[in-house]
């Protein structure tokens, strides 16, 4: 059963508690409604209110809203201020100097602490080290680190001089690597010798090394090696540089680098429906503001919090509830290395307990296998820890269906914590349609109402509002602060990805469906509208992972769909067509595993396919479209009961059966 059915018919309704409603920073309905109207009736003010409130500018911004060049719309843009001053000095100067800012820890245990003082000691070395090899402000820094303290200090060290950061998922191949240093024209790389993942070493630097190889690279000036495990690898003299000997003796102290509100923090490459991952732009001031502020309102962050969001640096998740958000806060978070399974699939709960963590933020998949490990082994389910730190639970990266919703709501949060599911995208920079906790009333499985000052709503195809109870398109009215600024180095791109001419350019499209319940209008949204697939809350374009199969010799077209998957919500499905015979036996079976090796090798090991299935052709129009409608029925196991009249070549289908 899809989302959409099962969250349409959920009638439990989970109200916050008093208590929870008294100490929100959001407190109340009418708190909720209060803010909405302000940005109702005077949506700059309202902006400019709270980025007055809730960031320090070294020099205060005249202009709020900047729509002259519409859809690249900016924000605060006459006004100055550093991400890293931010989120470091400006706790260290409110007194949180010995307060711990990163509970670290690794995969094998071992837990580091650093508070906002030494973290900034750190970053400011990190800046200083990057200074002193030729880094400068606006120069892009590809940083390929695992979970770390590191990995958090490298992206901060690069705010910090006004270098763009550009991190990649240490789970992309050397293909994707290289593919990124090209497209951002890096001048540098950052990584670590190897990472550490369920009690196995992996290299990293290798990777690196073998993305050179590819050539294309020549803008790549120097490689910072932060040595995690000591495992020997390959240093190129004159251009790799150990993290430990290039800030050995650099100074404690690095003035930030004030830049205008519009100057490019980050890019983060995200899947789209067509060509090669986008390079999403965000801005400084506007993308900051929301991590402050949804930290604040969803997560209610408070002084004596312990904050873990499970995500890695590597996904936009990580970098706004990560390395941003809880920092600009004076937080104290985790960092974690390992896996969820690692020693054993109660480590999340293990570590909940040990770190009296109490506001927990992960994603569904993740809760999806970890309550089948506990149905297969009652040790590691979560009603054999201490959990009653917890206060807050957050849902991210995907729809969270009802049943798991339930199962995190009673025996992770002990049926005290509400949960927020926050819908949100790369492009969002953060929270867009969640629940308030000291507002909402929950709904499992529905991400319930927009954030105050979003202006979600669901459209048809000409742009006209549907009524509650109607599926649609989910579209962003207005711009909002922490919104992408343009695909880099493609603006035409962003323009027609964001901006279509569907709605005469004026609104933001998401790439999702969604419906409001026609009672209290609370969201659900139901899946992508596009052909970018969910895999465990990775996003994965059909098309990209089309062109990593056809890329192979011996493959002559491909069609890669998606699949309802229990444990990952969707499951890639590909069918291919080979140049030679089509397999059968256990020649598919190898041929199959060539096939998801290759894949691996092209983009990384999360894009391959689960199900690869063969035929001499692809069910096709006679104008000679592939019909994706007949191959997700397929994927499915489904009977076809479509109108295949149009098919140019319909015995295909019973080949594609099998
Ligand atoms: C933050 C993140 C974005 C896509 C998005 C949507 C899906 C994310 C969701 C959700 C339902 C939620 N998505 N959160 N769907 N409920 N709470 O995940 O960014 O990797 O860019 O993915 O993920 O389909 O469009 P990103």
Redesign the pocket.
Known sequence: MS?VETATHEHRVFPPSEAVVKAAAVSGVAAYEALCKEAETDYEGYWARLAREHLSWKQPFTKTLGAENAPFFKWFEDGKLNVSYNCLDRNVEAGLGDKVAIIFEADDGKVTKVTYKQLLALVSKFANGLKSIGIKKGDRVLIYLPMSVEGVAAMQACARIGATHSVVFGGFSAKSVQERIQDAGAVAVITADEQCRGGKAIPLKPIIDEAFAMGGCESIKNVVVYQRTGGSIPMTAGRDVWLHELIANQSETCEPEWVDAEHPLFLLY?SGSTGKPKG?QHSSGGYLLHAVLTMKWTFDIKPDDVFWCT?DIG???GH?YITYGPLACGATEIVFEGVPTYPDAGRFWKMIESHKVSIFYT??TAIRSLIKAADVNPAVHPTKYKLDSLRLLG??????NPAAWQWYYDNVGGARCPIV????????GGHM??PLPGVTTLVPGS?TLPFPGIQAAIVDETGNDVPWGQGGILVVKKPWPSMIRTIWGDPERFKKSYYPQDFQGKYYL???GAIRDKDNGYF??T??IDD?L?VS???MGTMEIESALVANPLVAEAAVVGRPDELTGEAICAFVVLKGERPTGDAAKKMIKELQDWVGKEIGPIAKPKDIRFGENLPKTRSGKIMRRLLRALAKGEEITQDVSTLENPAILDQLKA
């Open positions: 989302n995200t999403v995500a996904w936009v998740t706004t994603a569904p849902s991210v990266g995907e729809p969270i599911d926050t819908f949100w995208q790369t492009e969002t349609i969640t991400c998401a790439g999702d659900t949204i899946g992508r970018v969910n809350g990775h996003r």
